[in-house]
């Protein structure tokens, strides 16, 4: 009670009139983030629901803790790992003297030291993203007048899971600045967007900086390590490859593999849409249609074969456990505003980002990842599929009331 009345006694200050009216916007999100909205919509014609966005949003938060549990333990365990091949008896850096401070140590086989070690690199990379991203929404709040919208914690959460562990904070910083900026902000803000603000930052960090945000070297942050990922291995040598890694199909599905910290575990992703087709985030027609269109042409593919190109061998349940297939089809798909929005425009939505990212695979084998491009790709094209689902039910009914 005591909180609520410090906040009921200050309210008065931010809003029109009062002294601090400008920062009405700061206000509004930490109360609101504390406690339900005051105002909701109870009576006809609307919906009587007390839910609002920033619950929404939270149901999204919760739905990626399996995928932060599994980037703080394989970060750390690939770090570990690589420490011990390489024989290192002493390590350098900050996260280093904390280890040893709390005497945990670099073993691979501890779970506690890999979580530790994980979260050592997780957290300044999402700290750094909510710090810059978070100015970016509080200044066109204020400026704007309007309240600060807690869709960004959705995409700041995102966002830290898609990057690598060893890019630098300075480079994190910049790549959510500028997905939220030209993601977000220049098109009015969270519902207004038609782009994935988290996949937009990522996006200009690989164009602008290719040499961070792709090749073996950038996986595992210890220096001198080079460790190759799943896909880029498949590229180049074909399934073979998996298993001169060592690399089982169990292994890839719960993500003990090098990759961005929370894109490696299908396992992870899986559970995460569950909790979110389960409370109704999530349309299970993205998901239906992705998983259709992965499938679908994969299928195809294996069946035109290549004796160039070992990639046209590798078959659709490989596609669905490496690289950022998972996390994307769960995370990004299934993003509300910048999808179709009709039913049947969501299903075909699905279809084209999975047939665009095993095209980007398969067919671009310079680029193995794909699944970044491919969703973008399809926020592009999301209004368009919308617009012929809308003409094609108009004409039906035209028809049957002729």
């Known amino acids: 009670m005591g909180l609520r009345n410090f906040f009921d006694s200050i309210e008065p200050h931010f809003h029109k009139g009062g002294k601090l009216e400008r920062y009405f916007a700061l206000y509004e999100m930490v109360e609101s983030f504390i406690y339900t909205p005051k105002m909701v919509t109870r009576a006809a014609p609307h919906a009587r629901d007390d839910i609002d966005l920033k619950r929404v949003m939270s149901y999204v938060v919760i739905a990626t803790f399996p995928c932060v549990l599994m ?57 750094f993203t909510l710090a810059a991203g978070g100015i970016v929404e509080v200044i066109f709040a204020i400026v704007r007048g309007h309240e600060i919208n807690e869709g960004f914690f959705v995409t700041s959460m995102l966002y830290a899971l ?64 080079t460790g190759a990922t799943a896909l880029g291995a498949t590229a180049l040598h074909g399934t073979q490859a998996l298993a001169d890694m060592g690399l089982s199909w169990w292994d890839a599905f719960f993500g003990i593999m090098q990759g961005s910290m929370g894109e490696t575990s299908a396992l992870a992703c899986l559970i995460g849409g569950i909790v979110l087709v389960y409370t109704r985030i999530a349309n299970w027609r993205l998901i239906a249609g992705c998983v259709a269109g992965t499938v679908g042409f994969s299928l ?51 279809v084209l980002i999975g047939f665009m990212v095993i095209m980007i695979r398969v067919v671009n084998p310079a680029f193995p990842e794909g699944m970044m ?30």
């Open 373 to 402: 491009l491919a969703i973008l790709f399809g926020n592009i094209f999301a209004p368009l599929i919308d617009y012929f689902v809308v003409r094609a039910n108009i004409k039906r009914r035209a028809a049957r009331n002729a």
């Open 300 to 350: 195809v593919l294996n069946l035109i074969g290549s004796d160039t190109n070992p990639m046209f061998g590798m078959p659709f349940w490989w596609h669905m456990v490496l690289g950022g297939w998972a996390f994307g089809l769960v995370f990004m798909v299934t993003e509300p505003v910048s999808a179709a929005q009709t039913n049947a425009g969501r299903f075909w939505y699905g």
């Open 162 to 225: 898609i990057v690598p562990a060893s890019t630098p904070l300075w480079m994190v910083s910049l790549g959510i600045i500028f997905g939220v900026l030209m993601g977000k902000e220049v098109f009015g803000g969270t519902g207004k967007n038609f782009l994935n603000p988290a996949l937009v930052g990522r996006a200009f960090l690989y164009f602008a900086y290719p040499a961070a945000m792709s090749g073996d070297a950038i996986w595992t942050p210890v220096d001198g390590f």
């Open 71 to 127: 980037a703080l333990y394989n970060t750390g365990y690939q770090t570990n790992s690589a420490i011990a091949s390489m024989g290192l008896t002493e390590v350098a850096g900050w996260r280093a003297w904390i280890i040893n401070l709390l005497g945990i140590g670099f073993d691979p086989n501890s779970i506690l030291a890999n979580l530790v070690h994980g979260l050592l690199y997780f957290l300044p990379i999402y700290i």
